[in-house]
Structure formats: structure tokens, C-alpha cells
């Protein structure tokens, strides 16, 4: 969420060069880090399946299903469609949005804090969502998510006023973090918590489209 604003600093001091080495070094720093410090807890795995804390799917036992026959059904489809979606969405606002609030007659330090606002919502709204999913149906607020992303998007294509620029920012940033955590739920809920966590990689291969996002965006414009 910050670092839209945090980018726009480092350029107008030391360009967009000395902005992608500051940003190579941060990522060399926390590589180092997480080197250091993560380890894989002892009997993880097996321990949360001895205790018994593998939620059953909601429609068939987690061990009736099996990943080649998960990836293959119409819900997986359907959630890693929303999911490659919800991406798509935020990689061509993060490329696009600060040139086109610019366009629409804004100044590029607004409209980076504006992308900076769809950040920080998505980020409350995603702590929310985790809650919410156990108290409301995810499958619901996947498809309330990617309500609000579309009714975002709409209110940001004709954001010429501070007031729309805003708006939109918070309704889009509401989708993304309600969509991106309910997805993972859904998954899990639907296929079990041992398939459903396998076969998010999967989903995480099909969100490499979303890299198609900005380009076609501008075809499109």
C-alpha cells in the first residue's frame, strides 16, 4: 500500500534506475533474511492430521478427491478463473492507473496515493474476509468480491474528481481483498484442506495470465 508513494520519492530524487537497485537491494536483504531465519517446524504436517484439524469438504470427504481430479472440475476452474481475474485486475492497475488518472487530469503524486488506497483497503478488507468466512458463505463473497472490483473499475474509468478517484479506490480495493482470501477458502472448504492447499499451486499457475493484463489493456486503449 505504501509503495506507490514510497516509489514516486525514490524517482524524483535518484530516477527510475537508482529506484529498481533500491528495490534489488531490499529484495536481496529480505531474501538473506528469510535464508536465515525461516525453518520448517518439526512433523508439521502430520501433526495437524494426527490431531484431527483437516476440515472435511463440504460435499465429498478431503480424501475422495485427489489433485489430477480436483484441476479437472468445473469449481476449480471457476475459482482460479476468479482468482486469475482479481490478478489480472490489480497487475494492470498497478502499471496503468497512475497514467490514466493522469490522463483524466490528476497529477502523478495523487494518483499514486490513490493506487496506494486500493493497497491499504485490499489489506484491511483481506484480514476482514478471514473472519467473514466463518461466519458467511465464501463462495458468497468470492462472487460479492468480484462485484465490487467490476463496479470499482467502472467508477475509476470516469474518475475525472477527487470524490470519484476515491471512491473507486476503496470499492476496487474492497473486491480484491474480499475475492483473493475467499478464493483460498473456497478451495480448501470444497476440495479439503490437504488436496485444496496442494492445488493452489496450480491456481497460482493460472494467475500468470494476469501478466497479459496491462498489455492488453493498452491494445485496448
Avoid at 41 to 66: F, H, I, M, Q, Y
Wanted: glycine share 12%; aromatic share 8%.
Amino acid at each position: 500500500a505504501v509503495g506507490p508513494p514510497v516509489v514516486d520519492g525514490i524517482v524524483s530524487v535518484v530516477g527510475w534506475r537508482g529506484n529498481w537497485e533500491f528495490m534489488g537491494v531490499i529484495a536481496i536483504a529480505t531474501g538473506i533474511i528469510a535464508f536465515l531465519l525461516v525453518r520448517e517446524a518439526d512433523g508439521t504436517s502430520a501433526a495437524r492430521k494426527t490431531a484431527g484439524t483437516v476440515r472435511p469438504s463440504l460435499n465429498e470427504p478431503a480424501e475422495e478427491w485427489t489433485q489430477h481430479q480436483a484441476v479437472r472440475t468445473s469449481q476449480f476452474l471457476l475459482i482460479g478463473g476468479a482468482m486469475a481475474a482479481t490478478m489480472a485486475c490489480v497487475t494492470t492497475y498497478s502499471s496503468m492507473l497512475v497514467p490514466h488518472l493522469v490522463m483524466l487530469g490528476t497529477n502523478k503524486h495523487e494518483a499514486a496515493f490513490v493506487l496506494g488506497v486500493v493497497g491499504i483497503t485490499a489489506t484491511v478488507l483481506k484480514a476482514a474476509a478471514g473472519r467473514l468466512c466463518e461466519v458467511k458463505r465464501p463462495t458468497h463473497i468470492v462472487a460479492l468480491g468480484l462485484v465490487f472490483q467490476a463496479v470499482g473499475s467502472v467508477i475509476l474509468a470516469f474518475a475525472d474528481n477527487e470524490p470519484l478517484r476515491y471512491g473507486g479506490a476503496l470499492v476496487f480495493g474492497t473486491g480484491w481483498g474480499l475475492a483473493y482470501v475467499a478464493g483460498t477458502v473456497v478451495l480448501l472448504d470444497y476440495f479439503g484442506s490437504v488436496t485444496g492447499a496442494r492445488i493452489l499451486s496450480f491456481v497460482w499457475l493460472i494467475t500468470t495470465i494476469a501478466a497479459a493484463g496491462p498489455i492488453a489493456s493498452g491494445m485496448i486503449a
